[in-house]
């Protein structure tokens, strides 16, 4: 018995030999538009959508397919004798199969000085219509959306082997991507950054070996609308692939190194830099984020801001490293990079900056967290001195990187640098002190130590971490205040005589 199959593409890829294949399978083709006229170019026989409604196409096209003799096609139960009897009473053809991708809602939002009236014609009502009526009768109706499924769905309807499961992934696939087109709908239409639907869509990017230990599954996704700067956008130029704790950790690397104007170096490790290095050139900024910590960098994800030279490549070359992450690499120091098989080497644009993500979301049980991404940086200007010793000019310097790094290390963190270079990290401890201790202890035999500042991403509690720090040669230290104990610290920084400045802004990161 003859079936008939509803086609309406905006992507024509694989449109005719799809088509050629149904109609060689008894097929009775309808379709609309642009799809009719391509199928007609081909020479494949199809009968037009108005031919099936009686009703002429109208407002442009925004009206066409939205009528009963094809929703009532596509909906009829073939198990229920009422329906059926319906339908020849009003004599309507059943629809076996449709065939619909959308209108380019989200390539046409993606393209620079789009105006929101050019956005809202490419919002598709007949496509989703159609294809939710379709998947909602999936055991009667073949609902496709992808045209990677035309030719799996042609060799299972040539061997008569289109099976229940394959009839509900299919319409499983539909509902997926109906859910992700309105979801991007509604991101580009809110305004509320916090709205009471969050409507996140993202598309699968890569298939993970495994998650943070290898008895976990895992997934790499995308955000539907790509930001050009992040780890998803990273173009990988060599190595293995990626595993879920690289991503990670590339993913905090890159967000740091991007705060510096001057070439800079960040090595990240377990989600916390152990070194960061600025200078004038990429070379010395590596040799300082090596010195601040020759053990904790090997394995690390490394990231720099400027493009990666040779000298830079050769030291780099020396270590075992997971991933460098830069805007480029020279030829040379890719040659070098490259002997190393399963160094992964990644790029993104740096000029692309702006448009990092400004909202971070976080997963927990049962829901997710979202929150603006902590892009506060704090400069001399914005300190207050409260103790009777005057920070340097230098020291204002330092004070001012310490804080700009402190943010990036997990809580409690404390990091002790010179202007230029971290020496030392504590992070993650459950008490401010042990951060204070490892932090100081780790900087104490570093060239530089005895030009070095102390920042904690939040106030001290006790005055313990002050007076370790000052009996330890620290003489200046930067922290958010807001204590009911600040006063404590700030006479214990008064009796040994060093400088304390305060910001106003805690930098928890949990």
């Known amino acids: ?54 009703f002429p196409e109208m407002l442009d096209g925004r009206v066409k397919t939205l009528h009963p003799k094809v929703h009532a096609g596509l909906l009829a139960r073939r198990d229920l004798p009422a329906h059926m009897a319906q339908l020849k009473e009003a004599g309507i053809t059943p629809i076996d199969m449709v065939v619909v991708n959308l209108y380019p809602f989200k390539a046409t939002i993606q393209q620079p000085d789009v105006t929101q009236a050019e956005a809202i014609e490419q919002i598709d009502i007949g496509g989703p219509s159609m294809l939710r009526s379709a998947a909602k009768n999936f055991a009667a109706v073949l609902p496709i959306v992808d045209p990677a499924d035309y030719q799996p769905i042609l060799t299972a309807l040539q061997a008569d082997d289109v099976t229940p499961t394959m009839r509900q992934r299919l319409a499983a696939k539909v509902f997926q991507h109906t859910a992700a087109y309105d979801a991007l709908i509604a991101q580009y239409l809110t305004t509320d950054e916090f709205p009471a639907k969050l409507t996140l869509t993202y598309d699968k990017k890569q298939a993970l070996r495994y998650g943070e230990n290898s008895h976990q599954q895992a997934a790499f996704y995308e955000n539907a609308l790509p930001t050009p700067f992040s780890i998803t956008a990273a173009k990988q130029l060599h190595g ?105 080497l990644l790029t993104v644009d740096f000029d692309q900056a702006h448009t990092a993500d400004k909202f971070e979301t976080i997963s927990v049980g049962g829901g997710l967290l979202r929150q603006e991404v902590d892009a506060a940086f704090e400069v001399p200007a914005d300190f207050t001195v409260v103790t009777k010793q005057q920070p340097t000019t ?107 400045v305060t910001t106003g802004v805690r930098h928890f990161r949990h």
């Open 394 to 500: 230098e020291q204002l310097k330092a004070l001012a990187f310490g804080q700009q790094v402190v943010k990036h290390v997990k809580s409690n963190a404390i990091v002790v640098t010179t202007a230029d270079r971290t020496l030392g990290v504590g992070s993650g401890q459950m008490n401010r002190i042990d951060s204070t201790k490892i932090a100081i202890e780790k900087a104490m035999s570093k060239p530089g130590y005895e030009h070095a500042i102390l920042a904690s991403d939040a106030f001290f509690p006790m005055n313990d971490c002050v007076e370790f720090a000052a009996q330890h040669g620290i003489r200046a230290i930067v922290q958010p205040g807001g204590s009911i104990k600040d006063q404590d610290s700030i006479d214990m920084a008064d009796r040994y005589g060093i400088a304390m």
């Open 1 to 54: 018995m003859t079936k008939r199959a509803l086609l309406s593409v905006s992507d024509k890829q694989g449109l005719t030999d799809f088509a050629k294949g149904l109609v060689e399978l008894d097929y009775e083709l309808v379709s609309t538009g642009g799809t009719k006229k391509a199928l007609e170019a081909a020479g494949i026989p199809v009968i037009g959508i108005e031919d099936v409604t009686g």
């Open 240 to 344: 293995k692939e990626l595993s879920y704790n690289n991503i990670k950790d590339a993913d905090a690397a890159l967000r740091m190194v991007s705060e510096y104007d001057q070439p800079a170096i960040v090595a990240m490790k377990h989600m916390n830099p152990c070194g960061v290095g600025l200078a004038d050139h990429l070379e010395a900024a590596w040799d300082k984020a090596y010195a601040a910590d020759s053990i904790s960098i090997f394995g690390g994800i490394i990231a720099a801001n400027r493009p990666v030279d040779l000298a830079t490549a050769e030291k780099m070359h020396q270590l075992f490293l997971e991933i460098i992450i830069a805007p480029s690499f020279d030829d040379a120091a890719y040659a070098v990079l490259a002997k190393k098989k399963n160094l992964r």
